[in-house]
């Protein structure tokens, strides 16, 4: 079991690094050289980069999301990391298991809640309080162990993000790139689609950074607080804030 973890987590960081850095990729570099192309150059780069730069992003996305599970599977289902001992009403309780579906189909209620509220900052401050109550709801419904209640967070950022990449940006690109590559206007919607849920999985990817690595900074962040890891997300956005706002002031030369 030692050695597949090895395995499992070695092959999730290299899966991770691909995907997250296309990302960065298109989020801090593309968005802003894009607009410099005129419409010709546009016709002739964007079908020969994107398809292949979309085709590493959306499979280090399976990769990452499938390795991320598998390694669920063998540290937390498999080897009890899930519960503390010596928490007399921890274990596979209807509580637990209900937070184990939030984990893995709140992407739904992510994605009703974003295609329904159109105004971008009340559907984040809902989401946000969304986010608040699964954490309450991680610590003491479920009664999940801190590392435990850290990394089901991350899941549940990571299935969104993966989500956002198949369904919502691979398709919509499928209908965008051939647009341009015809010399057409590609459908706005889709446009704003695609950039949208990108933007959002770049908010998403710096909070889950911290869940992913947590695990070894355990002894110095607040245990079984509800609040503590929605302060790191709020920080975390912030940072990725920063970020874009550089990106837009790189430059060519
Ligand atoms: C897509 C959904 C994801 C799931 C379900 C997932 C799940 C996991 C799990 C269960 C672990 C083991 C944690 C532990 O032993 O306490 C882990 C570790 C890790 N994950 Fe993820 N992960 C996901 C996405 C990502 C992404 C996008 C990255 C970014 C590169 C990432 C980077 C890492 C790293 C660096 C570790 C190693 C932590 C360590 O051993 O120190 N994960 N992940």
């Given amino acids: 079991m030692e ?39 546009k016709k002739k780069v964007i079908p020969e980069l994107l398809p292949r730069a979309l085709y590493w ?35 596979w309780t209807t509580g637990a298991f209900a937070m184990l579906a939030v984990t893995f189909l709140g992407v739904f209620v992510y994605d009703t809640l974003f295609n329904m509220v159109k105004n971008t900052q009340v559907a984040v401050a809902i989401g946000f309080i ?16 801190y590392r435990a209640f850290v990394i089901h967070t991350g899941t549940l950022f990571g299935t969104i993000m993966a989500f956002n990449v198949w369904f919502r940006i691979w398709p919509a690109q499928q209908k965008i790139i051939p647009a ?56 975390g956005w912030g940072v990725v804030y920063l970020l874009y706002k550089k990106a837009s002031k790189v430059k060519g030369f």
């Fill in 57 to 91: 992003f959306r499979w280090g996305a399976a990769w990452t999301w499938v390795t991320g599970v598998l390694l669920l599977l063998i540290v937390f289902y498999h080897q009890q990391q899930m519960f503390d001992p010596n928490n007399p009403d921890a274990g």
């Fill in 130 to 145: 969304l986010l608040v109550g699964a954490n309450y709801g991680f610590i003491h419904w479920g009664n999940f162990e």
């Fill in 180 to 235: 341009i590559k015809e010399g057409k206007a590609p459908d706005a919607d889709l446009v704003s689609l695609a950039g949208l849920r990108s933007k959002h999985n770049t908010y998403l990817s710096v909070p889950l950074i911290w869940t992913m690595i947590n695990v070894h900074h355990a002894g110095t962040t607040p245990q079984n607080e509800w609040w503590y890891l929605p302060v790191i997300v709020l920080i």
């Fill in 3 to 41: 050695d597949l973890q090895a395995l499992f987590r070695w092959s999730h960081i290299i899966a991770g690094i691909i995907w997250i850095g296309l990302l960065y990729f298109f989020n801090f570099v593309n968005s802003a050289f894009a607009p410099t192309m005129d419409a010709d150059s």
